[in-house]
DNA sequence: ACAAAATTGACCTATTAGGTTAATGAAATT
DNA sequence: AATTTCATTAACCTAATAGGTCAATTTTGT
């Protein structure tokens, strides 16, 4: 059904579906135009037409897929017999920002998929979110080693409050991302100073 | 200009107000609807319109409606002679919570004025900005006591951390606030809650 | 030179945009 | 009780935009 749009250079397609995505993640299903989606991506609203038939399959089209990338990309690669809390952060958010790289908008779109409430796109969706549980479900984070925190820390509060300041670490990476037309995601520099931020994090809490 | 709105009782117009600040938040002035707000306030488009004249100087009233709300009720109110971090935070994010139990959208409102490049009010925004400069300028968090922080700690990058975490905390608050339409907020419980995040940062980052 | 594929501008109908107007319903004044 | 005033709305206006189609053109491969 997608096979037209698939079978682009990778680089259209990216461009095509990344326009997508920004604009579905901004404004949800019904309030996304499908005008605004084509000039973002820089070619006619016939010719997406062409590749895409219609607004709705296209959404539904863009879940999957997504959901695809995200398996693929960053859930299947998480060592999970890692049990550092750090080091299981260092790895999850670099995987993490390498699908950001190329899509920005991804775990926005899926962010607003779940907590959309269009009748349009509703029921077919509450079918297709069945696949995402088992995922949900295997939490990232539950499964670490607490043995190393300082004693007289409350170590959920701890676990938390370190959530918390890596994700407004990964905001802000997130944001330089979006903000540069050309960032160059320089990993190596980005995992220098994550590696910084963690660092302090561990003589923090760990004793 | 808006004294019809401003002379409305007070539960109503905050209604109203509260209704406005959300669609524009969410949505930016261009894509904002004006059916959508009084829709969500619960009166008549006419109505509102009897109230506001239009929608820019609606959108531009509340641009100063709200500054003056964020100055009276916040930035005036922190007590910049306590230099602890762990206090100014404390302070400033008790603060912000009393202002956003009245108006969940005012700090998101504001963030989208920031940002939008929305041509129709460009200009007008321009002029009124400047007000808001030399206020940001006093940085809250600039001048505060650094001797309490462990010797080996990056403060930098620690007081960084500390305030990402903090912003977690706060987000939890506030969609809590959002999703509860008659959440009740309790303050003290709010206060013990913030209290023992913050204990766990103090025992962590101080010696 | 020609067939096939890629791409677009012009167009269709339905809906929504911001906003006005005349009429109604309720309160206050005489 | 009658009348003036204020609060409130339904119906309506025009312009723009929505999702989507289609015939025509441009580009590509042979």
């Given amino acids: 059904m997608f ?24 404004k949800g299903f019904d309030d996304a135009s499908t005008n605004v989606i084509a000039k973002e991506a820089g070619i006619s609203k016939s010719l997406m037409f062409h590749y895409v038939n219609n ?3 296209f ?3 863009l879940y999957e897929y997504c959901l695809e990338i995200i398996k693929k990309e960053y859930f299947y690669l998480v060592d999970l017999s890692e049990k550092d809390i750090f080091e299981r952060l260092r790895q999850t958010y670099m995987l993490k920002v390498k699908v950001l790289k190329k899509y920005p908008w991804i775990f926005d779109f899926t962010k607003v998929v779940v907590f959309t409430d269009s009748e349009a796109v509703k029921n077919e ?10 995922y949900s479900l ?5 499964d670490i080693d607490i043995s190393k925190f300082r004693e007289n820390l409350d ?12 994700g407004g670490y990964a905001n802000q990476i997130l944001e330089e991302m979006r903000s540069d037309e050309n960032y160059k995601a320089d990993y190596e520099k980005i995992g220098i100073e994550f590696n910084g931020y963690l660092n302090e994090l561990r003589k923090s809490f760990y004793k």
């Fill in 155 to 166: 170590v959920e509060k701890s676990k938390q409050l370190i959530y918390w300041a890596i």
């Fill in 3 to 26: 096979e037209k749009l698939l079978n682009l250079e990778p680089k259209r397609r990216e461009e095509i579906i990344n326009a997508a995505l920004k604009e579905f993640a901004a």
């Fill in 125 to 134: 969706l509450d079918e297709r979110r069945k696949n995402l549980d088992e």
């Fill in 59 to 61: 959404f539904l089209f």
């Fill in 55 to 57: 607004k709705k399959d």
């Fill in 138 to 142: 295997l939490n990232f984070y539950g």
